[in-house]
T-cell receptor, first 110, second 115 residues
Framework: KNEVEQSPQNLTAQEGEFITINCSYSVGISALHWLQQHPGGGIVSLFMLSSGKKKHGRLIATINIQEKHSSLHITASHPRDSAVYICAVRITQGAQKLVFGQGTRLTINP | NAGVTQTPKFQVLKTGQSMTLQCAQDMNHNSMYWYRQDPGMGLRLIYYSASEGTTDKGEVPNGYNVSRLNKREFSLRLESAAPSQTSVYFC??????????????FGSGTRLTVV
């Protein structure tokens, strides 16, 4: 079983819809990251969370440490949001390393 | 522009050839990383360097070596390339600090094919 599980693996929606991507993890963590990877391949860091909620534009990320669960929400989705969204956790044991989920491929149709 | 610069962007190697992937960051980050990304799998850590002068193995270090040349540069070397090393490679850097006070910056990736 992977230490970081994302759902769904693939998501297709219409422009304007509210999007939710989920991430569950099974290890102790000090922080959780949400990353975005566009079709061109570059990876951009969206959020880093250790508790609560963060918002940036139309993106909202939440984390529940007790339940070991995080969600990434996109409001008023747009075709330019189409990308792979990756959840990664920094584990508390050992040195500074991230463990990555497999990613969620999001497609927003106009 | 500040960030992580990786070279080359694309490379084709024959089995047994060697090459070095270069990575440099200009954000004064202490920690640097090399990851590989394969279809259907999450990013996997090859090697990392928590600070200048130190390097440590990650999940999949076999077949690779690294050098932390100085604080800015962290190179990844394939001594004898194998088809299993066909992948997209990403370099990344981060600040070192308290647990929740740093993020990561990724390079644009190197697409390597070993034939």
């Amino acid at each position: 079983k992977n230490e970081v599980e994302q759902s769904p693996q693939n998501l297709t929606a219409q422009e304007g819809e509210f999007i939710t991507i989920n991430c569950s993890y099974s290890v102790g963590i000090s922080a959780l990251h949400w990353l975005q990877q566009h079709p061109g391949g570059g990876i951009v860091s969206l959020f880093m969370l250790s508790s609560g909620k963060k918002k940036h534009g139309r993106l909202i990320a939440t984390i529940n440490i007790q339940e070991k669960h995080s969600s990434l929400h996109i409001t008023a989705s747009h075709p330019r949001d189409s990308a792979v969204y990756i959840c990664a956790v920094r584990i508390t044991q050992g040195a500074q390393k991230l463990v990555f989920g497999q990613g969620t491929r999001l497609t927003i149709n106009p | 522009n500040a960030g992580v610069t990786q070279t080359p962007k694309f490379q084709v190697l024959k089995t047994g050839q060697s090459m070095t992937l270069q990575c440099a960051q200009d954000m004064n980050h202490n920690s640097m990383y090399w990851y590989r990304q394969d279809p259907g799998m999450g990013l996997r850590l090859i090697y990392y360097s928590a600070s200048e002068g130190t390097t440590d193995k990650g999940e999949v270090p076999n077949g690779y070596n690294v050098s932390r040349l100085n604080k800015r540069e962290f190179s990844l070397r394939l001594e004898s390339a194998a088809p299993s090393q066909t992948s997209v490679y990403f370099c990344a850097s981060s600040e070192t600090g308290t647990a929740s006070n740093y993020g990561y910056t990724f390079g644009s990736g190197t697409r390597l094919t070993v034939v």
